[in-house]
């Protein structure tokens, strides 16, 4: 069984003043039960009272589906989780704690204590909750809460929708090789059959829309002193480059995985250490560069949606500057190319690690076949 959410996030002006007060009332207080019951090893008792003791048992069920982060600041900030319906016609409601209802374009909270919250879907979110349905996908389980969005101190009412289906696995017969590296470089990918390179590409962010942000925001947090509003518009700034680079993240793993599904390929992605990274960050490293050495996000990406399309998915080092003929270390030339001091190969740099691909294509894929029959019998 595989996995999906769809996180749906809205302003805490938007929700009734008195429910809102009331839900983050419910929210604590449920934290407080989880946060005793985990450190008690899962062995205190459950709560009597409704909604708490509804929470309770969802809870349970959470943990067999979604592994926990466990305690932070000596709390478990968990969620609250609910069972979850999909109307997409005219089925009948059955009293779950959320509804989702497509034919209405909405998604009702219930269950919680406080009445019934109502949510308008975007059309983004109802196309993508009907795309998993088409694709065999159910919902499984939902979660609510009050809190920060991460790197802001914007507080939002947030609602996350979780979709399941079992995956068979694809007949793999290909390499797409994925060189994760310093994201305004691109990154490059190709496809590898045994000693050919079949296809190849590179996927870049807007870099001069990125540009003209990262400007933006650097006069106005010099301006920020002077004025608050200077503040709140370096702020919003600073969402819309992250905001950017989500969408970037998002539209590179989509089309990667469906090469590696079009290609019946196995992904293999080479991405910096965090190690690695750190040190970049602490180094003399342009500031305005940093912020594209962020590749986590296209990685975990990659790997989620490969996971719920049943496409093989490892990690493992493909060299840029390693000679793919020699294996002697290359030195590097003007315009991102490498040469080999040894035995004078040369090329784009970007291309090296694809070579590196074909070079291992029997070290890369040894278990195919052992694989999909092993997914098969899961």
């Not at 942000?213 to 709140?232: P, T």
């Given at each position: 069984m595989?996995?999906?959410t769809?996180?749906?996030?809205?302003?805490?002006?938007?929700?009734?003043?008195?429910?809102l007060e009331?839900f983050?009332?419910?929210q604590?207080?449920?934290?407080e039960?989880?946060?005793?019951?985990?450190?008690?090893?899962?062995?205190?008792?459950?709560?009597?009272?409704?909604p708490?003791?509804?929470?309770?048992?969802?809870?349970k069920?959470?943990?067999?589906?979604?592994?926990?982060?466990?305690l932070?600041?000596?709390?478990?900030?968990?969620?609250?989780?609910?069972?979850?319906q999909?109307?997409i016609?005219n089925?009948?409601?059955?009293?779950?704690g959320v509804?989702?209802?497509l034919?209405?374009g909405?998604?009702r909270?219930?269950?919680?204590?406080?009445?019934?919250?109502?949510l308008k879907?975007k059309?983004?979110?109802?196309?993508?909750?009907?795309?998993?349905?088409?694709e065999?996908?159910?919902p499984?389980?939902?979660?609510?809460?009050?809190g920060?969005v991460?790197?802001s101190?914007?507080?939002?009412?947030?609602v996350a929708?979780?979709?399941?289906?079992d995956v068979e696995?694809i007949?793999?017969?290909?390499v797409?090789?994925?060189?994760?590296?310093?994201?305004?470089?691109?990154?490059?990918?190709g496809?590898v059959?045994?000693?050919?390179i079949?296809?190849?590409g590179t996927?870049?962010?807007h870099?001069s829309?990125?540009?003209?942000l990262?400007?933006?925001?650097?006069?106005?947090d010099s301006l920020?002193a002077k004025k608050g509003?200077?503040c709140?518009?370096a702020?919003?700034a600073?969402s819309?480059?992250?905001?950017?680079?989500r969408?970037f993240a998002?539209?590179?793993?989509?089309?990667?995985?469906?090469?590696?599904?079009q290609y019946?390929a196995?992904?293999?992605?080479?991405?910096?250490?965090?190690?690695?990274?750190?040190e970049?960050?602490?180094?003399r490293?342009?500031?305005s560069?940093?912020?594209?050495?962020?590749?986590g996000?296209?990685k975990k990406?990659?790997k989620?949606?490969?996971?719920?399309?049943?496409?093989?998915?490892?990690e493992a080092?493909?060299?840029?500057?390693i000679?793919?003929?020699?294996e002697?270390?290359?030195?590097?030339?003007p315009?991102?190319?490498v040469?080999?001091?040894k035995c004078?190969?040369?090329a784009?740099?970007?291309?090296?690690p694809?070579m590196w691909?074909?070079?291992?294509?029997s070290?890369?894929?040894p278990?195919?076949s052992?694989?999909?029959i092993?997914l098969?019998?899961?």
């Amino acid at each position: 069984m595989k996995y999906r959410t769809l996180l749906i996030r809205r302003k805490t002006e938007e929700i009734p003043p008195e429910q809102l007060e009331m839900f983050i009332k419910i929210q604590q207080q449920f934290r407080e039960w989880a946060t005793e019951w985990y450190k008690s090893g899962f062995k205190a008792p459950m709560p009597e009272q409704n909604p708490l003791k509804y929470f309770a048992m969802k809870l349970k069920y959470v943990l067999k589906l979604i592994p926990t982060n466990g305690l932070k600041k000596d709390k478990w900030n968990v969620p609250l989780p609910f069972n979850i319906q999909l109307r997409i016609n005219n089925e009948k409601d059955v009293g779950c704690g959320v509804f989702i209802d497509l034919s209405k374009g909405e998604v009702r909270i219930r269950k919680w204590g406080g009445g019934t919250i109502v949510l308008k879907l975007k059309k983004s979110s109802i196309k993508w909750i009907k795309e998993r349905v088409e694709e065999g996908g159910k919902p499984v389980l939902a979660m609510a809460w009050v809190g920060r969005v991460k790197r802001s101190n914007i507080v939002t009412f947030n609602v996350a929708l979780t979709f399941a289906r079992d995956v068979e696995p694809i007949d793999v017969r290909r390499v797409l090789a994925v060189d994760l590296n310093g994201l305004h470089n691109g990154v490059v990918w190709g496809v590898v059959e045994k000693d050919k390179i079949l296809a190849s590409g590179t996927e870049r962010p807007h870099l001069s829309k990125i540009g003209r942000l990262q400007k933006e925001i650097s006069k106005l947090d010099s301006l920020c002193a002077k004025k608050g509003e200077y503040c709140r518009q370096a702020v919003a700034a600073e969402s819309r480059l992250r905001r950017l680079l989500r969408e970037f993240a998002d539209e590179a793993a989509k089309k990667i995985v469906r090469l590696a599904r079009q290609y019946k390929a196995l992904i293999v992605v080479d991405a910096p250490k965090d190690e690695s990274l750190r040190e970049i960050k602490q180094s003399r490293y342009a500031p305005s560069k940093k912020i594209y050495l962020d590749v986590g996000r296209l990685k975990k990406r990659i790997k989620q949606l490969a996971e719920w399309y049943g496409v093989p998915y490892r990690e493992a080092r493909l060299y840029s500057t390693i000679c793919p003929r020699c294996e002697a270390k290359m030195e590097e030339l003007p315009n991102r190319r490498v040469r080999c001091p040894k035995c004078g190969f040369e090329a784009p740099r970007d291309e090296v690690p694809l070579m590196w691909t074909a070079k291992r294509f029997s070290e890369l894929t040894p278990s195919f076949s052992s694989l999909a029959i092993a997914l098969a019998a899961f």
